[in-house]
């Protein structure tokens, strides 16, 4: 055997398996045909949360009139720092690497007939074989990519200076978060989405600030919009059509937020009998095994949902597994949007629960109770915890400065089992915005406190 474990792909979710299992004492190899680090570190999750905090801090400054400074964003310095913070980031990786003594080999790696990986002329042999490969944007019929005006959400983010006018398709994370990013470089931004809702599949009052928030600042959302476009040749113009009216919409560049496929293709799956469902996601099981034992899948690739947060818990899952040590993927994966007002949430709302006939009520917080976000001066937003009459946490959803922070506090609980009671013992530091837990803990049982 050349190793003890090969994993293809040197993503977020590649990573971690592979450094889980030099951790416990594997020979690891790892193979990656492009950067380490993968889509998160180096074109998704780090550029576009240095661009979108860049920005928030100059839509802060200037709601501030007692800060005295004329901010505004220098694009291109920017981009200087987003890709210094990513080289940095990477570096780290690649030192991590090292440490563990895992191999890298660059290349396109493949299953061969034989079972075994191929990367060009070299085959390597293994025990275990973790698939990383994660997933691509895909040009669908009514939005063709050109590479020119109309783009993918990371080759948009990386145009060294961006045109005027946007249209973004698709009202999901990624399409409310760039929204957020464009608008607050000064460009005129439209969003169509097809369902009836902004955030699909969101808690509806989440969904419905957030779409308050972004029509505040200037965005222009049109819901239950079928669209196509009908020319990109010089603007992209989009047919729009709505429940009792038609439109065009027009923009300087279009950005599709929608249609992505895991980068299974040519793999060679078939060799190692590694079943995929009908998109094409490898089936895993909740040790990120699938249906071939000695092979693994974490990440895009393994299906819903597209997130690195659930990446990197799936690798190490898979390494501690490989490893020789039980492990499961934890009940709650947390989600969160970097949007102009930040939004966290875990576990299910109620409407949810109350389809699957659970008795559970919902307890409310607004931000503006609590003293630290008038301190903060970021006072819109709430915090909805879903409980039963048990006092368990069904779930929660948050949207308000600090969500994307304060969301990982109420996955702990949730992960932990810990009931409301258990969260009411808890004291809270004063005066953070995490506040807002506690408060929703003591509205629970009592009344309100602030
Ligand atoms: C704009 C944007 C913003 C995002 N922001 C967030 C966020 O804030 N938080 C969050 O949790 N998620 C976010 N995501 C999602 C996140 O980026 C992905 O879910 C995550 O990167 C998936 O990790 P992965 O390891 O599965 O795959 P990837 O990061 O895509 O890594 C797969 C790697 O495999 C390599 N590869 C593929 N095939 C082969 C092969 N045959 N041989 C060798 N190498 C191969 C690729 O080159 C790549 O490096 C965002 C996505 C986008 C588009």
């Known amino acids: 055997m050349d190793f003890d474990v090969v994993v293809i792909g040197g993503g977020v979710g590649g990573l971690a398996s592979a450094i889980r299992s030099a951790e416990l004492g594997k020979k690891v190899a790892i193979v990656e045909r492009d950067v380490i680090g993968g889509e998160c570190v180096n074109r998704a999750c780090i550029p576009s949360k240095t661009l979108i905090d860049a920005v928030k801090l100059v839509s802060r400054t200037r709601k501030s009139p007692w800060i005295k400074a004329n901010a505004s964003i220098d694009y291109e310095i920017l981009n200087q720092h987003k890709n210094k913070s990513i080289e940095a980031i990477r570096n780290n990786l690649l030192e991590n690497l090292r440490k563990h003594n895992i191999t890298v080999i660059a290349g396109e790696g493949k299953v061969n007939e034989h079972g075994e990986v191929q990367v060009g002329e070299k ?23 050109n590479g020119r005006n109309v783009l993918d959400p990371w080759t948009a983010m990386n145009l060294p ?35 009836p809702q902004l955030l699909p599949g969101f808690d509806k009052d989440i969904a419905s600030e957030t779409k308050k928030r972004l029509e505040e600042n200037g965005v222009k959302i ?3 919009a079928k669209s196509k476009i009908v020319d990109s040749k010089d603007k992209v113009k989009f047919s729009v059509s709505l429940p009792s009216s038609s439109e065009t919409v027009e923009g300087d560049l279009a ?4 249609g992505r496929k895991a980068n299974n293709d040519n793999l060679g799956l078939n060799n190692l009998k590694v079943e995929t469902d009908q998109r094409g996601y490898i089936k895993v099981d909740g040790r990120t095994r699938t249906s071939n034992s000695r092979v693994y899948a974490v990440g895009d690739c393994a299906g819903m949902p597209l997130s690195a947060t659930k990446a990197w818990k799936q690798g190490i899952v898979a390494g501690d597994n490989i490893g020789g040590k039980d492990s499961v993927m934890p009940k709650y994966i947390p989600i969160s949007i970097f949007a102009d ?14 389809k699957e006939g659970v008795e559970a009520t919902e307890v409310k917080v607004e931000m503006r109770e609590i003293p630290r976000a008038w301190t903060v001066n970021e006072t819109e ?34 992960e932990g089992n810990l009931t409301m009671k258990e969260l009411y013992k808890v004291s809270f530091s004063h005066p953070t915005l995490t506040e807002v837990i506690s408060e929703v803990a003591q509205r629970f049982y009592h009344g309100e406190l602030y």
Do not use: C, W
Not at 163 to 188: D, H, Q, W, Y
Not at 341 to 354: M, T
Not at 387 to 410: P, R, S, Y
């Open 123 to 145: 085959t390597i042999t293994f025990d275990n074989l973790v698939i990383a490969t994660g997933s691509s944007p895909i040009s669908l019929a009514d939005f063709p990519l």
């Open 161 to 195: 200076s961006l045109p005027n006018s946007i249209v973004i398709v698709g009202g999901g994370v990624a399409g409310v978060e760039l929204a957020t990013l464009f608008r607050a470089l000064g460009k005129e931004v439209t969003i169509l989405e097809l369902m």
């Open 222 to 224: 049109y819901l239950q």
């Open 255 to 258: 950005v599709i937020t929608i």
């Open 341 to 354: 007002l930040e939004i966290g949430l875990v576990g299910k709302s109620l409407d949810d629960v109350k």
């Open 381 to 414: 937003g709430f915090l909805k915890v879903v409980v039963d009459k048990e006092g368990k946490i069904l779930g929660a959803h948050m949207i308000g400065e600090g969500a994307t922070e304060i969301i990982n506090t109420m996955a702990l609980a949730m």
